[in-house]
């Protein structure tokens, strides 16, 4: 596709980072949203949603750097080049989380109300962020004959050149598309809290398992699957706790 979305003078802008900035923002305004309906007071959810970008962007880059640790033995610096893309979803997500929900429980907020707020916009914004990862060509998927295959041309991507790929990469936009979508229609019958944020964790999951089977790009093994399919059967586990298993207070 066109990881160089355009170029100012010596300023480079490319398509990634551009589509990162613009999921993280609307996740943030969705959160933010949510939190006004609960009543919560949403002037925290950029503070949160803030610190969690941060520390989500460096466990997302800590994760590929640990997956693809070869393709920075000539050149280290580049561990630091984010812009060109190379971040993992399920890093950015685990410690994104993590770190959003320390501050909360420093300011003593309830934390299962704000992990609802926190969840439609996460999926929203994964649909919106997926695409830099199409322009950029990471995350790319295997050969295929199917109709729908992508084949990328520009030098500059990710992917390998000249062959039909599955666009795994819309394949995860759409599948965080339809997972905000559910999300929005079920918290109108969802009456307890934590749960919205368990069938969160299951789609997620769910959806982040098939399409690994589709992606060529290396993510390290556990076995017979991918380690990013262990951290989804680890995810989907702690969704089927919040859905089913834990007692969670009335709204």
Not at 131 to 144: D, H, P, Q, R
Request: charged fraction near 10%; charge should be positive; glycine fraction near 10%.
């Amino acid at each position: 596709m066109h990881p160089i979305l355009f170029n100012i003078g010596d300023l480079t802008i490319y398509s990634y980072s551009v589509y990162l900035t613009a999921g993280c923002l609307l996740a943030m305004g969705w959160t933010m949203r949510e939190a006004r309906l609960k009543d919560l007071p949403y002037s925290l959810a950029p503070v949160a949603g803030t610190i969690a970008i941060i520390c989500g962007l460096i466990g997302a880059r800590a994760l590929y750097v640990t997956l693809y640790s070869h393709e920075f033995i000539s050149n280290p610096v580049e561990i630091f080049y984010i812009w060109q893309g190379g971040l993992v979803f399920s890093g950015a997500f685990l410690f994104g989380s993590l770190s959003g929900l320390l501050f909360l429980k420093s300011r003593q907020e309830p934390v299962l109300p704000w992990l609802d707020c926190f969840v439609p916009g996460i999926a929203l914004g994964q649909a919106v962020g997926r695409l830099g990862c199409f322009f950029a060509g990471c995350c790319y998927g295997k050969v295929t004959d199917l109709s729908c295959g992508i084949t990328f041309t520009d030098l500059d991507s990710l992917a390998p050149l000249g062959r039909s790929l599955h666009p795994t990469q819309l394949y995860h936009s759409l599948a965080g598309l339809i997972t905000f979508l559910i999300l929005i229609f079920a918290k109108k019958f969802i009456k307890s809290d934590g749960k919205l944020t368990g069938l969160f964790l299951v789609l997620f999951s769910v959806f982040r398992f098939i399409i690994e089977f589709f992606r060529a790009d290396y993510r390290g093994h556990f076995g017979p699957i991918s380690v990013t399919q262990f951290i989804a059967l680890v995810v989907f586990s702690l969704g089927i706790y919040f859905l089913f298993i834990n007692k969670h207070r009335s709204t």
